[in-house]
Structures are given as C-alpha cells and as structure tokens.
C-alpha cells in the first residue's frame, strides 16, 4: 500500500523558512516524480512544485519562484519542499503526492503568523 | 496555464441518485489528462479516475468518467451515503504547471 507521511509543518513567524518533509513507503519511490500541493483553510487544491524521479527537473507555480525550493532523496524514500521568506498567504496543508496523479499524504499544516 | 472551471458549485441529491459534475478547461487538455478526486473533510484527496475515464484502483464502478477536448464529466451512477464530499478536477498535460478546479460540493438533500 502505498503511504506518504509528511512533517515539518508548524507556526512560523512572516519571513521565516520551513523544510517540509515527505516519508514515502509501499512503492519504488526512485521510480516516480513527486509533486506538493497545498490548500488554504477552507479553499480549494493548489499545486505547488515538481520533481522528477531523479531529480533532473523541477517545476514551480509561477507565484511561488524563488521562495519555494523541492529537493529528494531516493537513498531515504523522502521528498522535501524548502519555503523561505514566508507570507501569510502561505497558510495551508501542505500535501505531498505521486506525480502527475495518485495518492496524497494527509498533509501537514504551516501557520504564518506574527 | 489551463484554467478549469467545475459545474455546478454544490449539488443537493439524494442517495440513490444519479450525479453529473462537470469540469470545463479553459482551451483542450492534451491527451485526456484529467483526473477526478474526492476529499472528505480532514482527509487528504483521493484519486477516483485518471486519463478522462480510467478508475483507480479500489475505486467502485459507480463511478465513471467521460470527455475530451475542454469538456469532462464525472457520473456517480447511484449515490451512497459515504459519497458525499468535495470532487475536484485536475489537469495534468504533459508537463507541469498542473491546476484544479475550483471544487463541486456534494451534498445530501
């Protein structure tokens, strides 16, 4: 069964970084590109960042280049997603997910608050 | 980037019934690369079709998918309890950027 746990989430104040990370088990996690995605309380799906399986190409949503920076490492099965310079409008769960489709990690939620 | 636009934004129905969601993008999706999912509140999204009208695995043949082109549908032929929640579309073309839509709400009459 495949199975995506992610981490890293928590409050953090404007302008400040977080490193979400990913644990994929339950597939050959070197095989697949994996893509985050997040979504706003009470707001609809936003797709976040790309990255091929091994890690040749990377996409971002075009509001979010510069700040956002995912990264992998197939020798530990996990995705990570860098955020700096974060902004109130960040607030959301951030989920990570199988590319193109599939299945999502529950998420974890990143609060950005004074 | 391909905006898509989901019909309508709530539908009221009955279990038993029939449901019809739409999903219109804003010019053709390459290679009917549209996905359905449904989320539950506090659960992430699950994945219910992909490639316009193939069901993921474990997925019930209550549901089903059509379309081509701009235009797609979900059809959830009899309702049960357990299938009222959000669905959204997705496109997913040959490469990123990928976009939703904007979500149709599901809701017991």
């Known amino acids: 069964e495949v199975q995506l746990v992610e981490s890293g989430g928590g409050l953090v104040k404007p302008g400040g970084s977080l490193r979400l990370s990913c644990a994929a088990s339950g597939f050959t996690f070197s095989s697949f590109s994996m893509m985050w995605l997040r979504q706003a309380p009470g707001r609809g799906l936003e797709w976040v960042s790309f990255?091929?399986?091994?890690?040749?190409?990377?996409f971002y949503a075009e509001s979010l280049k510069g700040r956002f920076t995912i990264s992998r490492d197939n020798s530990r099965n996990s995705l990570f997603l860098q955020i700096n310079s974060l902004r109130a409008e960040d607030t959301a769960v951030y989920h990570c997910?199988?590319?193109?489709?599939?299945?999502w990690g529950q998420g974890t939620m990143v609060t950005v608050s004074s | 980037e391909i905006v898509l636009t989901q019909s309508p934004g709530t539908l009221s129905l009955s279990p038993g019934e029939r449901a019809i969601l739409s999903c219109r993008a804003s010019q053709s999706v390459t290679g009917r690369y549209l996905a359905w999912y449904q989320q539950k509140p506090g659960q992430g999204p699950r994945l219910l079709i992909f490639?316009?009208?193939n069901r993921a695995t474990g997925i019930p043949d209550r549901f089903s998918g059509s379309g081509s082109g701009t235009d797609f549908t979900l059809t959830i032929s009899r309702l049960e309890p357990e299938d009222f929640a959000v669905y959204y579309c997705q496109q997913y073309g040959i490469s990123p950027p990928y976009t939703f839509g904007q979500g149709t709400r599901l809701e017991i009459k």
């Open positions: 990255i091929t399986s091994d890690s040749s190409h990377t």
């Open positions: 490639a316009a009208s």
């Open positions: 997910a199988r590319a193109p489709v599939g299945s």
